[in-house]
């Protein structure tokens, strides 16, 4: 069954730094989106992804936060300069369709980002 | 209250039984979704519904969607010690070119019995 791989599995890293967050999705998937969830909270909307632009994104997703599509097959995160909070699981999604044709995400295992 | 409140928020029933999760919610919404997520693990998703269905079924599981009452509920029978999982609904949303934004609750964290 195609699955949606990310990477690293788990990262730590020193506040202030740049981290990217690397996702592979379904080859003919065509919406990406990242969430992430805090430890103990609920899983949180940060960006959709549609036809190499931004869909829609939330108010977490500020000016620190950016996705890019390289080329035909990855999907990144990049957080430009990271805090504290933004300490939590970071899930890539794909959909092979929109909300109109009522098709599922598939969910990637998630990157544990620890900023210390 | 937000989008996708799940109860209740803990569950603990011996194998063999039934499991019923409820979700509630607040605005329209396209599709509502539930999926199951193991301790650490990625989201796993189980069914999806659509705003005008009422009733769903796959496999163990059944889903109800009341609109009008702007809740859903899972129920998974016969249950397995590999269901114990933690169990999220999700409210879906068309955002501009058709993406879905999915809204989660908190969860319900199933525990079966042996």
């Known amino acids: 069954e195609p699955e949606v791989t990310q990477t690293p599995s788990h990262q730590v890293t020193q506040m202030g730094q740049e981290v990217i967050l690397r996702c592979v999705p379904i080859?003919?998937?065509?919406?990406f989106y990242w969430y992430r969830q805090i430890l103990g909270q609920k899983v949180e909307f940060l960006v959709s992804?549609?036809?190499?632009?931004?869909?829609?994104k939330s108010e977490i997703f500020d000016d620190q936060f950016s996705v890019e599509r390289p080329d035909g097959s990855n999907f990144t995160l990049k957080i430009r300069s990271t805090k504290l909070e933004d300490s939590a699981m970071y899930f890539c999604?794909?959909?092979?369709?929109?909300?109109?044709?009522?098709?599922?995400?598939?969910f990637g295992s998630g990157t544990r980002l620890t900023v210390v | 209250s937000q989008q996708g409140e799940e109860d209740p928020q803990a569950l603990s029933i011996q194998e063999g039984e039934n499991a019923t999760m409820n979700c509630s919610y607040k605005?329209?919404?396209?599709?509502l979704q539930w999926y199951r997520q193991n301790s650490g693990r990625g989201l796993v998703h189980l069914i999806l519904?659509?705003?005008?269905?009422r009733e769903k079924h796959s496999g163990r599981l059944r889903v109800t969607l009341d609109t009008s009452k702007k809740s859903s509920s899972l129920l998974i029978t016969a249950s397995r010690a590999a269901d114990t999982a933690s169990y999220f609904c999700?409210?879906?949303?068309?955002?501009?070119?058709?993406?879905?934004?999915?809204?989660f609750g908190q969860g319900t964290r199933l525990t079966i019995n042996p």
């Open positions: 605005t329209s919404i396209n599709n």
């Open positions: 999604a794909s959909s092979e369709l929109g909300a109109e044709l009522y098709y599922g995400y598939t």
């Open positions: 992804f549609y036809n190499n632009e931004i869909s829609e």
């Open positions: 999700a409210t879906a949303a068309l955002t501009i070119q058709g993406a879905q934004k999915l809204v």
């Open positions: 080859s003919n998937h065509l919406y």
């Open positions: 519904i659509r705003s005008n269905e």
